[in-house]
């Protein structure tokens, strides 16, 4: 009787070393994966919550509406930025941030200085509308790309005069740019 305890055991026992070995195998399968990718995973990348344009390319133009519950909207440019203000009238906004023409990096939108216009197209307007942090950056650009100084206010309001136009603008480059996609082949 004792014999059959022992037959009985060792299969079990098998497995349990056999399973062991798996474990160990996958623990260094994914510590070497961790490994070879840098330790961490890949950041998530930012878009606009309006028209998925992509932080990295637009940081010059990055709006950064924080509102008083503690929700954020991440977006390309003023004009979305407008679009979110409209849509969302019954929040209160806590701060504005913007993306600085030069650097990118983000200031507050109320300190900015502000040109309206210019030679240069705007994102996702005709009519541009850039944040500078100092009035300096500002002069060099209107020197250089002309357009006309302005303050936040100014700039929101030029925002919703151009909104019908620039989404007019938006449409047809998308539709170009859906004909101009090569059409799969059957």
């Given at each position: 009787m004792s014999v059959c305890v022992?037959?009985?055991?060792?299969?079990?026992?098998?497995?349990?070393?056999?399973?062991?070995i798996r474990i160990i195998f996958i623990g260094i399968c994914l510590f070497s994966f961790i490994l070879l990718s840098g330790g961490s995973a890949p950041a998530e990348e930012v878009a606009c919550i309006y028209c998925g344009m992509d932080k990295a390319k637009f940081g010059y133009s990055w709006v950064v509406i924080v509102h008083a519950d503690d929700t954020s909207a991440e977006?390309?440019?003023?004009?979305?930025?407008?679009?979110?203000?409209?849509?969302?009238?019954?929040?209160?906004?806590?701060?504005?941030?913007?993306?600085?023409?030069?650097t990118a990096k983000q200031i507050d939108?109320?300190?900015?200085?502000?040109v309206i216009g210019g030679d240069k197209l705007g994102v996702m307007t005709s009519r541009a509308k850039w944040a500078f942090e100092t009035k300096e950056a500002a002069g060099k650009f209107i020197k250089e790309h002309g357009g006309q100084p302005a303050v936040?206010?100014?700039?929101?309001?030029?925002a919703f005069e151009d909104m019908y136009q620039d989404t007019l603008m938006i449409q047809k480059k998308r539709k170009l740019m859906k004909m101009l996609?090569?059409?799969p082949r059957d």
């Open positions: 022992c037959v009985r055991l060792w299969p079990i026992t098998k497995r349990i070393e056999v399973m062991k977006l390309c440019s003023i004009h979305c930025a407008a679009i979110h203000l409209a849509l969302h009238t019954h929040k209160t906004i806590d701060a504005i941030t913007v993306g600085d023409y030069f939108a109320d300190k900015a200085h502000w936040l206010k100014d700039v929101i309001k030029a996609q090569p059409k």
